[in-house]
Antibody
């Protein structure tokens, strides 16, 4: 069974750095785009960006560009989302998700991680 | 960016009733690359429908998707207790891949 397992809940202060992870199991993720989706408290889903593990091609939402960076370690089938300087507005649940179809950019997300809650507070 | 407008915001229905959820795209979605997701409290989203009308693996056939121009619909033919949740549409033909704001289906 293909699964995405995310790292645990995090609490940080504004200005601090953070890196959360998303480990894939049960299949080789090299040919599947992996994305990140944010859900702020009580709000809807927000697409942050997507990365292709095979060559690290990454596309960011303009709303988040420059504030986070995405990466993937193919040796351990793990995606990362990193902040260098957190803001209070980064508080929310962060989901990773894998596309349904390999080898194509145009596919919905069918495998989701359980979510990583991030709280940024003074 | 493509804006997806979902309506209604909340749908109050009884068990066994038919639910029809709408998602209007502006501008249009490339080649009907639009998906529907279900999210229950405390859970990750779950893919229901892709390419506007294709059911994802394991999704019951009471869920169906359709499209007419820039108007996409998700229909649940007879609500089961487990169907009360929030539903989101998302396009994936271009980036950024925006989501709609969601429709909550609640028990009347």
């Amino acid at each position: 069974e293909v699964q995405l397992v995310q790292s645990g809940a995090e609490e940080r202060k504004p200005g601090e750095s953070l890196k959360i992870s998303c480990r894939g199991s049960g299949n080789n993720f090299t040919h599947y785009w992996v994305g990140w989706v944010r859900q702020m408290p009580g709000k809807g889903l927000e697409w942050l960006g997507i990365i292709y593990p095979g060559d690290s091609d990454t596309r960011y939402s303009p709303s988040i560009q420059g504030q986070v960076s995405m990466s993937f370690d193919t040796a351990i089938n793990t995606a990362y989302l990193r902040w260098d300087r957190l803001r209070a507005s980064d508080t929310g649940i962060y989901y990773c998700a894998r596309q349904q179809m390999g080898g194509t950019f145009l596919s919905a997300f069918d495998i989701w991680g359980q979510g990583t809650p991030v709280t940024v507070s003074p | 960016d493509i804006v997806l407008t979902q309506s209604p915001g909340t749908l109050s229905l009884s068990l066994g009733e038919r639910a029809t959820l709408s998602c209007r795209a502006s501008p249009s979605v490339t080649d009907n690359f639009l998906a529907w997701y279900q999210q229950k409290p405390g859970q990750a989203p779950r893919l229901l429908i892709f390419r506007a009308s294709s059911r994802a693996a394991g999704i019951p056939d009471r869920f169906s998707g359709s499209v007419s121009g820039t108007d996409f619909s998700l229909t649940i033919s007879g609500l089961e207790p487990e169907d009360f949740a929030v539903y989101y549409c998302q396009h994936y033909g271009t980036t950024p891949r925006t989501f709609g704001h969601g429709t909550r289906v609640e028990m009347k």
